[in-house]
């Protein structure tokens, strides 16, 4: 699970990659990933759609094996 927290504090969102079905280790690099992609450091994602973009982005790679992942 990877929390996302706007700029501005107000809205968040939270990612949960273990609904994938795929290998746990598959899930726990997933969430590694989005995390380095939109966490405070060094990144320009500042709100909840860019944050989206990227985990749609990371969807469309799962999407490469066999499993599937619920939208969020």
Do not use: I, N
Not at 22 to 28: H, S
Request: charged share 25%.
């Amino acid at each position: 699970m990877v929390r996302f927290l706007e700029e501005s504090g107000d809205r968040f969102k939270a990612y949960d990659f273990s609904t994938c079905e795929v290998a746990p280790e598959l899930q726990q690099w997933l969430a590694r990933c989005f995390s380095r992609l939109v966490g405070p450091a060094r990144t320009p994602v500042k709100r909840l759609r860019a944050a989206g973009g990227h985990f749609e982005t990371l969807q469309d790679l799962r999407e490469l094996s066999t499993g599937s992942c619920p939208s969020q």
